[in-house]
């Protein structure tokens, strides 16, 4: 990306405002000129060095390290309320079975009445980027109830377990560019185990049951597209081709990013860019 010196900003700006438009006249913008151009000079030789100094290739280059997405990242997982709150609409049946016992039919079934959930994003941090993978961090909690009832071999129950499950796993995220106008995060497939207890009321005790449900990580978490190609706009006020009333008028102008890349490596996200121009 090139720096314009700031005196040939300045001096372009003034050139072009005539006298018809209200502004200095072209001397007088000479003149002003003249006389700031020692300190304009002072402020071109400490900008030129570090320009030279700025990598090279794309017109927008940035650098940002994990620490700073963690830190983003733990403004949300921190918030003491639930992420996500679900509430289970009654299914009747949630499972059922016909049977026969010599020659005499039954049907064995389960309802679902009534129930809800929390779920907690408790934790996701970034721990690392190495060659375009992302090594990261998941804890999610669940905490909630539902009331079923049903009837087994003729016999009719009903039962409220409290329900709690855990996720605490390392994932991973392969960084790529999908095409021109995309990036893709996508999960790298691995299994992991949904810790699950269930406590159910009987007898007046509470008996827990356990239970680890394997799942698999490309079905958890859908591959992450983010626009590649970002379209804005901004207005130049230049002066009115003819004299009147308006001496200003404004042209339109798109900025759109293209041909943009992600490389991580080092725990340090690069993104670069070229910036177009584009006419309205």
């Excluded at 003729?154 to 409220?160: D, P, R, Y």
């Excluded at 992450?224 to 404004?250: D, N, Q, T």
């Excluded at 900025?255 to 340090?268: D, G, W, Y």
Aim: proline fraction near 5%.
């Amino acid at each position: 990306m090139r720096i314009i010196p700031a005196s040939v900003v300045l001096a372009l700006f003034f050139v072009s405002c005539g006298s018809d438009s209200g502004l200095p006249t072209k001397e007088e913008s000479q003149q002003t000129i003249a006389l700031l151009k020692p300190a304009l000079d002072t402020l071109d030789a400490a900008l030129l060095p570090v320009s030279a100094a700025l990598p090279k290739g794309n017109d927008l280059i940035s650098h940002t390290r994990s620490s700073a997405i963690n830190t983003l990242l733990f403004r949300v997982t921190s918030r003491a309320q639930a992420d996500l709150h679900v509430d289970f609409l009654a299914t009747r049946p949630l499972w059922k079975e016909d049977k026969s016992v010599l020659g005499i039919g039954y049907t064995n079934f389960v309802d679902i009445d009534t129930g809800s959930l929390n779920i907690d994003l408790k934790k996701f941090t970034f721990n690392s980027f190495t060659n375009n993978v992302v090594d990261a961090s998941i804890e999610i909690e669940g905490i909630g109830s539902i009331k079923a009832s049903g009837k087994y071999t003729g016999v009719s129950a009903g039962i409220t377990p409290q329900i709690h499950f855990y996720l605490n796993e390392q994932i991973q995220f392969v960084v790529t560019a999908a095409d021109s106008d995309y990036i893709r995060l996508n999960p790298v497939p691995k299994t992991v185990h949904l810790k699950t207890k269930a406590t159910i009321a009987l007898l007046g005790m509470n008996l827990p049951y356990y239970t680890e449900i394997p799942l698999q990580t490309v079905d958890l978490i859908k591959p992450v597209m983010i626009p590649s190609a970002i379209r804005s706009e901004i207005v130049f006020p230049i002066p009115a081709e003819l004299y009147g009333s308006e001496r200003l008028h404004f042209v339109k102008r798109y900025l759109r990013f293209t041909k943009s890349a992600v490389r991580a490596n080092n725990n340090i996200l690069e993104y670069r860019s070229n910036i177009d121009f584009e006419k309205e």
